[in-house]
């Protein structure tokens, strides 16, 4: 179905993106899955590339237009290549953490970090869970507490994508431990602060060339002038920015999916079984019909939800609604297709077979599915 969302800007913008991929990540991604991350000059090479902080004012060093339709090209774009995991570094930068920069630092802090997280000499991560919590945030158990012009920041966190590469980390903290939700503060912890340490990067299943790690801090004095936002409103800040958060991992998902769908019919189509094309099977033409369906429904889904969240009109529950179904169907598409390849999608020299294994987490992180139903449920006024 023609996509109706995207002007001749955003199809110019979508051919450079795919130069960049092409040339800059798809000949080292296998080498970057081996190493556990990717290395710290592919930033500032997409930053050059302008393909970072587009929606940042020109004066920061940024693109200076505010449509999240260019985001939404890098993340389907590096999926296509089936390099979402080396890429997932770039779009929870631009993404996820950038808009908690834009729309709460001073001046100041404008001037201090937005430069270099557009040039991608300043990597960005966001640190919510910690080994104790995850979807219950309120929970958590990390302190800054006022100490003069400084706060004094003790606790963990894991999980964390871009924790080894990352220099600005938003993290948030109880700047007021007595209280729940209402204690919460987000403070950015910088690469170097004494007592802010890194702890490994973590073995996964999938999502290999992402790094993914602890982080520890202990009595790190982290000045007054890196609260970001509103100290005590720390959860307020998360729950403005999360839907965007959804959505760019919904749209990863229908991406991902799309490229699993396109690799299985180029492979159902040459292999043979029984003398004829495995493709051309009754159940197997049912199978790639329903995929082909259900990623049409989700992408139609998605597209609405980035002109909404254009618009200022996102809900969470849109957000929600978007960011469990893709995901889901993300999971449910890798694993038809894998089956679909037969043994050979069990080895990884086939794509499908990292995507299966990139494609589990996505129900989890974010918020897990189970949590995106709660804020769908909530609203139907049981
Ligand atoms: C690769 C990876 C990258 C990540 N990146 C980041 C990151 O950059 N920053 C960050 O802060 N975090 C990150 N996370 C953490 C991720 O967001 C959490 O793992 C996720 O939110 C779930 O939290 P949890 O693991 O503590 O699970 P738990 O909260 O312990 O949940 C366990 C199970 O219980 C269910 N459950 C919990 N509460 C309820 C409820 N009320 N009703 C029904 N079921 C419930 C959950 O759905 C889940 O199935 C990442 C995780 C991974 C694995």
């Not at 200076?64 to 999926?79: C, H, K, S, T, Y």
């Amino acid at each position: 179905m023609r996509r109706t969302l995207f002007a001749e800007e955003h199809d110019q913008f979508r051919s450079s993106v795919r130069t960049f991929v092409e040339k800059e990540i798809v000949p080292s991604f296998l080498d970057w899955e081996r190493a556990g991350i990717v290395p710290r000059d592919l930033f500032t090479t997409a930053g050059a590339a302008g393909f970072l902080g587009m929606d940042v004012p020109e004066a920061y060093g940024g693109g200076g237009v505010a449509d999240f339709r260019f985001n939404l090209i890098l993340g389907e774009e590096l999926a296509y290549a089936g390099t979402g995991g080396a890429g997932l570094g770039l779009t929870l930068h631009n993404d996820i953490c950038l808009p908690y920069f834009l729309s709460l630092c001073t001046e100041e802090q404008k001037q201090r970090w937005l430069p270099g997280i557009c040039s991608g000499e300043l990597i960005t991560a966001i640190a919510m869970t910690e080994p104790g919590i995850g979807s219950d945030l309120g929970s958590m158990g990390s302190t800054a507490l006022r100490d003069g012009d400084h706060y004094v920041v003790n606790g963990s966190k894991t999980f964390i994508t871009n924790g080894i590469n990352a220099d600005l980390v938003i993290t948030a903290v109880k700047t007021d431990p007595s209280l729940k939700h209402k204690g919460m503060s987000l403070v950015v912890l910088e690469r170097g602060m004494t007592g802010f340490e890194r702890g490994r990067n973590l073995e996964k299943i999938g999502l290999h060339s992402q790094d993914t790690a602890e982080l520890f801090m202990t009595d790190v004095q982290v000045p007054v002038a890196n609260l970001l936002g509103t100290e005590g409103q720390g959860f307020v800040h998360l729950v403005q920015n999360l839907p965007q958060e959804r959505l760019s991992i919904a749209a990863a998902g229908v991406a991902a999916a799309e490229a699993a769908l396109g690799w299985t019919l180029d492979y159902v189509r040459e292999r043979t079984a029984f003398g004829q094309p495995v493709g051309s099977f009754q159940n197997s033409r049912f199978e790639l019909a329903t995929m082909r369906t259900e990623i049409d429904l989700g992408r139609v889904f998605v597209d609405r939800c980035v002109e909404a969240l254009g618009a200022g009109e996102l809900t969470a529950e849109e957000a929600a609604e978007a960011k469990w179904w893709c995901t889901e169907l993300q999971k449910r598409v890798v694993d038809r297709c894998l089956q679909l390849h037969g043994g050979y999608g069990y080895m990884l020299e086939y794509p499908i077979a990292r995507a299966y294994l990139d494609a589990r987490i996505t129900p989890i992180y974010g918020g897990t599915t189970e949590i995106m139903k709660e804020i769908v449920g909530r609203s139907l006024d049981l």
